[in-house]
């Protein structure tokens, strides 16, 4: 693959995650292409040894390997968005820096699959989740909702993609997803816009294959524990769903989207059994949230807290 022109670029950011970003580098290195590839990786001034672990495949791999490596934390949409810029191949696809390709023919599959039908724009393959507290590998199973209306499930919720087991056209990002964009708004996703902005353009297209492993964290980026973290989180959304909709011409509905962002931290309230942070969360719920009524005092949050446990015990045994 030397001195050759990527026709794929592997897009990853990398902070702090120098336990695994080896294996997830590696299983890229292992794919089977007749074609060159390059990875591009964007380190958000990691504190840990990632550094010195990119910088040792740059050294091993120096045609194929381009990093992005920040001198203060930037912010994750950032990091994603300055990095993606880097990109030179007719594809881009993804791997996140703890996640990893299980499949040795899934960059192979899938740009075979986008050279013979250009219509399709984005592809993205079925996966595996990994939950790292039991060690358990489970097949996701994620419906098949080719031929949909792409914006309308992503906005709902209910088109299932996971951005890691992705290929999009880089055609696409360059002509309608305004990089410069994520990094002056501080997008702190980088998924769901980018999703949204390319679909008015092109056809998103599932492929049934397990190719990619998804590790579920507790208290993740993308399921926080604290109070803090989430109402911080959503804030930048909300400045992210708000142009994302300018942008599309749609009407945002600002305050369903504050009442969602409260059923999330009433949840967690009920989670760490903080009965006065829910009695507060639950006031700008949906009326139709359960939880809501339930934490309207004490002995109903209770009960409904005890319910939960008793179910939980009988699933278990069952």
């Not at 191949?89 to 996140?96: E, N, T």
């Not at 998924?191 to 492929?207: N, Q, R, S, V």
């Amino acid at each position: 693959m030397e001195n050759k022109v990527p026709y794929v670029s592997v897009v990853m950011t990398s902070y702090n995650r120098g336990h695994y970003i080896g294996q997830a580098i590696d299983s890229i290195l292992e794919q089977e292409c007749n074609f060159p590839f390059e990875i591009i990786i964007g380190d958000d001034c990691s504190t840990d040894n990632s550094r010195e672990l990119l910088q040792l495949y740059k050294d091993k791999y120096p045609d194929i390997f381009v990093l992005n490596l920040h001198e203060a934390n930037v912010g994750f949409g950032p990091n994603w968005a300055s990095t993606c810029k880097l990109a030179r191949g007719k594809y881009i696809a993804f791997c996140d820096d703890d996640d990893y390709y299980c499949d040795t023919h899934r960059l192979q599959s899938m740009v075979d699959y986008m050279d013979a039908n250009p219509l399709y724009g984005l592809t993205h393959t079925n996966y595996y989740n990994l939950y790292m507290e039991t060690g358990e590998l489970i097949p996701n199973n994620a419906e098949d909702t080719t031929g949909t209306d792409a914006i309308l499930g992503l906005r709902t919720g209910k088109y299932n993609i996971c951005f890691g087991a992705c290929m999009i056209r880089n055609e696409l990002i360059q002509n309608h997803v305004s990089l410069d964009d994520y990094i002056r708004l501080k997008f702190p996703i980088q998924d769901w816009p980018t999703c949204m902005l390319i679909a008015p353009y092109t056809e998103f297209k599932y492929l049934n294959q397990l190719s990619y492993v998804y590790r579920k964290h507790e208290g993740s980026m993308s399921s926080p524990q604290e109070y803090e973290t989430i109402i911080r989180k959503y804030m930048q959304e909300k400045v992210m769903n708000r142009y994302i909709h300018e942008q599309l011409g749609i009407e945002y509905d600002e305050p369903g989207d504050d009442r969602y962002r409260h059923s999330i931290l009433l949840s967690l309230a009920y989670k760490k059994d903080d009965y006065h942070s829910a009695h507060e969360f639950a006031k700008h719920c949906d009326r139709r949230n359960r939880k809501k009524w339930f934490a309207s005092t004490w002995l109903t949050f209770q009960l409904f807290r005890l319910a939960k446990k008793l179910k939980n015990k009988i699933l278990d045994n069952s």
